[in-house]
Structure formats: structure tokens, C-alpha cells
């Protein structure tokens, strides 16, 4: 904290070593741009957003002296705090702690920070020397090794449970397709649709029973009109009811509608049934449950190769140890023998062989962007297009032959409402005898109107209901985007996935700092020994590397992860 105040006291004393973290930039007129402040260094934080903004608008020349970035911190908003401020712990019962200090890589011998020019300063490799490097090598580094080994334990047991749950993923994923479209569409009818199509169904079967009856009555009506009391004939003009015509062509349009159903709810069982399952598949080895899938396989040989990094550690301390034992020896033995008059030297003592650590390739996360993204967007794509390209034009389908079976039933209820209008002159004797036939016509047209307009009125819900269904279609897809995302693999534990890969880059960018010290140190020695082990140290800090690519390769980077 205060890291502008501590600069600004180092501006004016040259002489005064001064250390800041993500400092604020000092006030323009400060700093004068031709100096370069050697005796100022400021670290900034990987992941800090502040310090982000200041070195991408050019403000960072307002902070003098020299610029270290490095990689401590996690990705996340939640973290912004513990970012910019280089301590505290994050809320993870595994990752203790992202501190400044615990990733400003030190000299294991001097104790000087290892950055920039000439920050190493070779020293003498005695006993002392290679007895410090042992002792780093069996605490510090294996600890910081064993750190990477437990994130990734981690990260394989979220995986893990993510794979268990696939098939409530899917199920969760097919209902909420099927309980938006409840809470879209109030009729129970176009609810079943999703499923068997049973209410629907059995929706037009009642409709047909009363068209049945309904054609019935208008036979009846007809044999009325066709037959009048004889006294009655020569007064009479009326039109006789085409039942045939009408009725065949509306029991034709039922027809077409029930067949639409069935369709309709195969449409539906084909998406939720079969298309759902199969929207998360793809990665390497393409299969249905492709990102979790993809990290259980990435992960089991970064596992094996964390493991192979881990013995080559041990093995190097032993032999570090062992050098260093064999030199104090010799040179012991070497002084008595000089002392004593004795030429025999003893031979060499035992140093253990070296452990050749090879890294497995992966042949996982070789994609141009985050997976994940990858799936979401192709399976969303296809979600989208069964919708759109196969659903909507079976509902648009269903909906005209419903319109086309109102607009029959509507005609129906016209040519009963004329046929039963006809003309009549009577004389008073016959005005009894006239009621009474009128009373038995309009008793059947009132039936007969009766029972089409149910028939009419369920039509018409169903098709209003479908209506409704094909407007609210767009919405529906998209409410069922992050949904999908979250079924591809569980947001939270795919974001404590994340957390522990960049733990584990920070660990190893750490590592790979302290070897690049430990490779000067061993270098360019006289001693065959010294070369040999200098030869192993820089074969670690390749596995490093390796290790570090292929952990980056299924990581998503910091602009991703926030958003």
C-alpha cells in the first residue's frame, strides 16, 4: 500500500532502495522521463485490472524505476481486492494463498530477486553451496512441485463429478425445454405435445365423437326440411344442407390435424430425445460429453507428468547431495593423504544415476480457442436450427390444417343457419300446424349449431395455443442458452477448473524462474560433475515448460474468464 508516496520519496532520494507493488503512477512533472531510477523497482501483478489499465493507456512512464511483472494472483472479479493489493487469501480451501511475496522469486543463495539484467551473481560452488541447493530442493521446490500435483487432484475430482452427473446434465437441460414451454403456452393440450401428444389427441377425438353427432343432426334436419307436412309443401322454399360435402371435407381436415400431432410430437421426442444428448458432443475423440470428457483425458497425463517432474526433483536433490558429499570427501581424503605421505586417494563414492523424466504428449486441447466456447457455440447452433429448420415449419403445418378445420366448421354452422331460413306465406288454419314443424326445425339447428361451435371453439384453442407457441419460439431458444452453457459443464466448477490452472502457471512460471538461477549458477563449471547436473537441471526446466503449455492449453485466459 502507498506505493505512489514510497516512489515519490525514492525520486528524491537516489541513494534510497525502494520497493512498490501495483503502485499508483506519480503526478506528470514527477518523473523525468531521461532518468532511469536504478534504485526503484516496482512489481506488478499479473492479474491486477489497475495496474492492467495504466500500462495500456501509456500511464505506466509515470512510474519510475524498473517494471517486473509477475505471475501471482488468480483471474476473477472477486479477487480484484487481493490482486491490486499483492495479499490476502482466497476463498479456496486449496489455494492458500496468492500473495505478492510468495511469487517474487529470490536466489535460494542470496536471497537478491531474480529479474532483470545481471540480477544473478555467480558464486562459489562449494559444499556450503550444494548443500543450500539440496536443502531448496527437498522444501521449497518439491513443496511448490507437490502444490501443482494437489491442483490437479483437484480439478480431476470436479471433472469427475461433472462425468457422473452427465445424464442428470442432460435431463435437467430436456426439461427446462419442456417446463418453459409449460410456463409459455397455458394450454394443457399444446403442453403434451413435448411428450406423448396425448391431451391433443384425445382433444380431437372428442371433437370428431361430436362431429359424428353433429352430422347426424343435420341428416335429421335435412329429412325435416325435405319432408314438411303435406299442407305445408306448397308454402315452403327452402335449401337443403350438403352433409356429405361438408362433413367429409371437415373430418379429412381432422384428420390432417391428428396426423400433425403425431407428428408434431415426434418432432418434439426427436429434439428432446435425441438432438439434446448429443448438442454437448465433440473435442478430440468426439465424444457425447466432449469438454469433461477432454479434461479427464488432459488431466490423467498431466497427472503422470507432474509425477515424472516430481522424482526428477527427487532424484536431482540426491544427486545434488551426493556431489556435494563426494567433493567433501575427496577433499578430506586428499588432505590426509598429503598429510600422511600417502598417495592412495579412495575411489568414488556412490551417486545415484540419473533419472531421465520424459513428458508425455497430450493429444488433447489442441484448439484454436477455449473449447467450452467451442461446443457451446456449434451445439447451440444445431439446437437452433432443429428449432427453426424442423420444428417451426411441423407447428406451422399443424396450425393450418386447425385454421383450415375452423373455417369448415364455420361454413357448417352457415349452411345450417341458411337452410333453416326459408320463405313462408300461410293461411291462419294452417298457422298450428306451421308452428310446430318451424319448433322441430329450430330445435335441430340450435343443437346442431350447439355442438359444432364446441367442436369450433377447441379447434380454435388448440390452434391459438399453437399460434402462440410458433411467436414465443425465438424467446424460447434463446432462454434456453445458458442452460445449455451450464450443461456443457457446471459454471462453478468449471470456474474452480480454471482457478486451479492459472495456481498451478503461477507455480511453474515460479519454478522456471529459481532454475534459470540454479542453470547460471551450474554452468560453465570446470567440474565434469557440475556439468552433468547443470544438463539435468536445464532437462527439468524443459519439463517445466512443457508442463506449463500443456496446462495453458485447456486454461481460459483472464479476458474470458471475466465475463
Not at 517474487?104 to 544473478?120: D, K, N, Q, R
Not at 457422473?164 to 394450454?187: P, S, Y
Not at 308454402?235 to 381436415?253: G, W
Not at 563426494?326 to 598417495?343: H, M, P, Q, V, Y
Request: aromatic share 8%; with cysteine.
Amino acid at each position: 500500500m502507498g506505493g505512489g508516496l514510497a516512489l515519490s520519496v525514492g525520486v528524491n532520494n537516489p541513494k534510497l532502495k525502494t520497493v512498490a507493488y501495483n503502485p499508483a503512477p506519480l503526478p506528470k512533472g514527477m518523473v523525468d522521463p531521461e532518468k532511469d531510477y536504478p534504485n526503484m523497482t516496482s512489481y506488478f501483478g499479473m492479474y491486477d485490472p489497475l495496474t492492467g489499465a495504466l500500462v495500456s493507456s501509456n500511464l505506466a512512464a509515470l512510474i519510475p524505476g524498473n517494471h517486473i511483472t509477475i505471475q501471482n494472483g488468480l483471474p476473477g472479479f472477486e479477487y480484484t481486492l487481493n490482486n491490486h493489493t499483492g495479499y490476502g487469501n482466497p476463498d479456496n480451501h486449496l489455494i492458500t494463498n496468492i500473495g505478492a511475496d510468495e511469487f517474487i522469486a529470490v536466489s535460494i543463495w542470496t536471497g537478491e530477486p531474480l529479474y532483470g539484467e545481471g540480477a544473478s551473481v555467480k558464486i562459489k560452488l562449494d559444499k556450503d553451496a550444494l548443500t543450500t541447493l539440496t536443502d531448496s530442493l527437498d522444501t521449497e521446490i518439491k513443496d511448490r512441485a507437490s502444490l501443482i500435483s494437489k491442483y490437479i487432484t483437484e480439478s480431476e475430482t470436479i471433472v469427475q463429478i461433472e462425468a457422473d452427473a452427465f445424464n442428470k446434465r442432460i435431463e435437467k437441460l430436456q426439461n427446462v425445454l419442456i417446463e418453459e414451454i409449460k410456463a409459455t403456452i397455458g394450454d394443457p393440450a399444446v403442453q403434451s405435445l413435448t411428450k406423448t401428444g396425448e391431451a391433443a389427441k384425445s382433444l380431437l377425438n372428442g371433437c370428431n365423437t361430436i362431429i359424428d353427432f353433429a352430422e347426424d343432426l343435420c341428416r335429421g334436419l335435412n329429412q325435416i326440411l325435405n319432408s314438411p307436412p303435406s299442407q305445408l309443401v306448397e308454402f315452403i322454399t327452402s335449401t337443403d344442407i350438403s352433409v356429405e360435402s361438408l362433413f367429409s371435407t371437415l373430418r379429412k381436415e381432422m384428420n390432417y390435424s391428428f396426423n400433425a400431432v403425431t407428428q408434431t410430437t415426434s418432432m418434439f421426442s426427436h429434439i428432446i430425445e435425441t438432438a439434446i444428448p448429443l448438442l454437448i458432443r465433440g473435442g478430440t475423440d468426439f465424444t457425447n460429453d466432449a469438454v469433461v470428457n477432454e479434461y479427464n483425458n488432459h488431466y490423467q497425463i498431466l497427472q503422470r507428468n507432474t509425477a515424472v517432474i516430481t522424482s526428477q526433483i527427487e532424484h536431482f536433490k540426491s544427486q545434488i547431495s551426493s556431489t556435494a558429499n563426494e567433493f567433501f570427501n575427496r577433499d578430506e581424503n586428499l588432505k590426509t593423504n598429503i598429510a600422511n605421505g600417502s598417495g592412495a586417494i579412495q575411489g568414488v563414492g556412490f551417486v545415484p544415476n540419473t533419472f531421465t523424466g520424459t513428458i508425455d504428449e497430450s493429444p488433447y486441447f489442441h484448439f484454436s480457442t477455449d473449447l467450452k466456447d467451442l461446443v457451446f457455440e456449434s451445439g447451440y447452433a444445431v439446437f437452433r436450427t432443429e428449432c427453426t429448420l424442423k420444428l417451426l415449419p411441423v407447428l406451422i403445418g399443424l396450425e393450418n390444417v386447425l385454421t383450415a378445420a375452423a373455417v369448415i366448421l364455420q361454413g357448417i354452422i352457415f349452411a345450417v343457419k341458411g337452410a333453416s331460413a326459408y320463405a313462408v306465406t300461410i293461411t291462419p288454419d294452417l298457422t298450428e300446424l306451421f308452428k310446430e314443424f318451424d319448433a322441430q326445425i329450430k330445435n335441430y339447428t340450435d343443437k346442431i349449431i350447439e355442438n359444432v361451435d364446441e367442436v369450433l371453439s377447441l379447434v380454435q384453442g388448440l390452434q391459438e395455443g399453437i399460434a402462440k407457441l410458433i411467436m414465443h419460439l425465438p424467446q424460447l431458444i434463446e432462454f434456453f442458452q445458458p442452460y445449455f452453457e451450464t450443461a456443457i459443464f457446471e459454471t462453478s466448477n468449471y470456474k474452480d477448473v480454471q482457478l486451479y490452472n492459472h495456481a498451478s502457471l503461477n507455480t511453474l512460471e515460479y519454478l522456471k524462474t529459481l532454475f534459470k538461477d540454479i542453470i547460471f549458477q551450474l554452468s560453465d563449471n570446470e567440474s565434469e560433475a557440475i556439468t552433468v547436473l547443470c544438463d539435468i537441471s536445464q532437462n527439468l526446466t524443459k519439463n517445466f515448460d512443457s508442463l506449463q503449455k500443456q496446462i495453458q492449453c485447456c486454461t481460459v485466459n483472464q479476458t474470458e474468464f471475466n465475463k
